[in-house]
């Protein structure tokens, strides 16, 4: 008997350490497959000239990048000047101006930022932020470098903010006592000690936002211009790496389709260079003592601050200021959907039988469901268990679980493009189908699995553990039949998060699943997810109405997700 407890112990330990270094091998086979498919392009091109010349004309078998590698790297760095900024002072003013009731309403306006679709925030580029640009600055054309910055800018804002009102947050208390003590004001403190003291966690979000500018595809495709020539003003047309790879891949053979996975491996090592940078600046930050770290909103009473400093007075109406612009145009973006959306939907529209002329949503419920169905079925059984390994069977400081760290950051800092890649060479062997779509979508959203779940089996105590142990369970029994089910909560948030990013995703979906507005009769088939679906009637086959639509469900299928794991958040917290 004990003999095959120690087997069933032995095999449910190998099951889920293999999970954990699933993530290790799905990193190494997309760089693999990516740099295997553009290698004969960049021996047969050069690498040098590959990426320094400066013309791309596939016609002419001319393939050089450099004017699309600029046109990255400035719009990458002109949205972190608008995003970043602005996503800085909102996270100031929801930590230490937000009025108490209003501070769930900010946290919840965030979320709702940073789970709409990117096709979405393109869609309202387009239609609306473009021509306001073109009126306003009396241009030829709204779209190019200011347009894609501006919405790369809006895009990025809701990690800025998150990730930089959290170091805010984690500031120790004694530093503003400090700070009160020596007769500083409320503003000096705030802008001279706490914003200093966090400048670690707000390089970690510049970061994040930055690797998510250069991943960007559908949103800047659409506002663009989509040019492939050096940039020389704000309304200059560009075309970055991304919007280069899906702009041609449809078409592209022989040589000038491996040029393309050559573009999806630079962007790649731009990724890998990006995440480099952020594990520094982890390793720099010094761990602080536990006891120091009083929340600046925590605490008993409030300070009598002495108000001087007309600077620090100054940032602080301009944090309040651009915390309400950040409400209006959220505003303005889901009222200007929904006015233009609402009237164009119908039942007909939601549920008739589409054809290629008159094309309905029936199809995208049925694609979006089969994707939504089988990415789950494969990435929650693979994140449980290696939540599980990454809780349950490694100590602390352990150089694996450092190592398998590294690779689930890595994987989820990967775009959705190069995923995209990935899926075609790796699942499209018999064409695309939703199942292909549902195999990558499943790497994408592994990562986001394990760390919910994860979060969720730490926050389990230790004396259930113990208890069911002693009372003559196994370990793997104790997991199953105690740890799991009170960490079951972690598992639902896990579940609806994945559901939310499966919705909104299209770039990686175009490559894998197909874009057929048709009802999928397996998923052999192929397919359009709405995202993707709204993306063949903004910029492939465009169609307004259906446009507004699709966008109008995206929108309220994205808000259901988010009350759903609002809600989660807060039983669990509850429960916690």
């Known amino acids: 008997m004990v003999k095959s407890e120690n087997k069933s112990e032995k095999a449910a330990k190998i099951v889920f350490i293999t999970a954990a270094c699933f993530s290790i091998v799905a990193v190494f086979a997309i760089v693999l497959f990516i740099f ?19 013309k791309w004309f596939p016609k002419q078998d001319e393939y050089g990048l450099l004017p699309m590698i600029v046109a990255t ?25 937000c009025p108490k009731k209003l501070k769930g309403f900010f946290n919840q306006i965030i979320v709702l930022l940073a789970g709409i679709p990117s096709i979405i925030y393109g869609f309202f580029g387009m239609i609306v932020l473009s021509p306001a640009l073109k009126s306003l600055f009396n241009a030829e054309s709204g779209n190019g470098l200011l347009a894609s910055a501006l919405i790369l800018g809006l895009m ?17 208390r004694s530093y503003s006592e400090g700070s009160l003590a020596l007769g500083a004001s409320r503003e000096q403190t705030i802008f001279r000690i706490d914003l200093p003291a966090a400048k670690t966690g707000v390089l970690s979000a510049l970061t994040l936002g930055a690797g998510r500018a250069i991943g960007e595809t559908m949103a800047v495709l659409v506002v663009c211009g989509n040019s492939a020539a050096f940039p020389d003003g704000l309304f200059s047309p560009i075309r970055p790496l991304t919007v280069n790879i899906v702009n041609e891949m449809g078409y592209a053979m022989g040589l000038h389709r491996q040029a393309l996975f050559a573009t999806g491996l630079v962007l790649l090592v731009f990724i890998f260079l990006l995440n480099g940078f952020l594990a520094f600046i982890k390793r720099e930050k010094k761990e602080k003592d536990e006891a120091n770290r009083t929340l600046v909103g925590g605490g008993a009473g409030e300070y009598i601050y002495k108000v001087r400093g007309m600077g620090s007075k100054i940032l602080s109406v301009v944090s309040c200021l651009i915390a309400a612009v950040v409400v209006l145009v959220l505003g303005i973006l889901i009222g200007y959907i929904l006015v233009n959306g609402l009237p164009e939907i119908s039942l007909d529209f939601l549920f008739g039988k589409p054809t290629y002329k008159t094309p309905t949503l029936l199809g995208a419920f049925v694609s979006t469901g089969w994707i939504i169905l089988l990415s789950l079925l494969i990435a929650i059984p693979l994140g449980v268990g290696a ?35 990935f899926g075609m060479i790796a699942f499209c062997a018999g064409g695309k189908s939703l199942f292909a779509g549902a195999l990558t979508l499943s790497l994408m959203i592994l990562p986001t699995v394990i760390r919910s779940v994860e979060e969720s089996l730490l926050a389990v105590q230790n004396s259930v553990r113990e208890g069911s142990l002693a009372l003559g369970a196994t370990k793997v029994r104790t997991i199953f039949k105690v740890v799991l089910p009170s960490a079951l909560s972690g598992v639902v948030t896990a579940i609806i998060l994945s559901v939310g990013r499966i919705v909104s995703e299209s770039a990686a979906l175009i490559f894998t699943a197909g874009s057929l507005p048709m009802v999928p009769s397996s998923p ?31 929108l309220m299928l994205v808000f259901l997700v988010n009350l759903a794991a609002y809600f989660c958040e807060k039983k669990w917290k509850k429960n916690k």
């Open 387 to 421: 939540a599980i390994f990454l809780v349950e069977y490694t100590k602390p400081g352990s150089k694996l679980v450092k190592v398998i760290r590294v690779f689930i950051d890595t994987l989820s800092g990967i775009p959705s493009i190069v995923f995209g890649l």
């Open 524 to 554: 052999l088939d192929s397919g359009s997810t709405f995202a993707v679906l709204m993306y063949n009637f903004t910029a492939e086959n465009p169609n307004m109405e259906a446009a507004y639509a699709t966008a109008t469900v995206l």
């Open 156 to 172: 990025i804002l809701p990690t800025v903010t998150s990730l930089t009102k959290n170091a805010l947050e984690s500031v120790p």
């Open 73 to 97: 790297l400035l719009v990458t760095v002109s949205a972190l000047l608008i995003g970043g900024a602005f996503g800085i002072f909102t996270a100031i003013f929801v930590v230490y101006f």
């Open 36 to 54: 295997a498919s553009a290698f004969p392009a960049l021996q047969e091109i050069g690498t040098f000239k590959f990426l320094f010349g400066s």
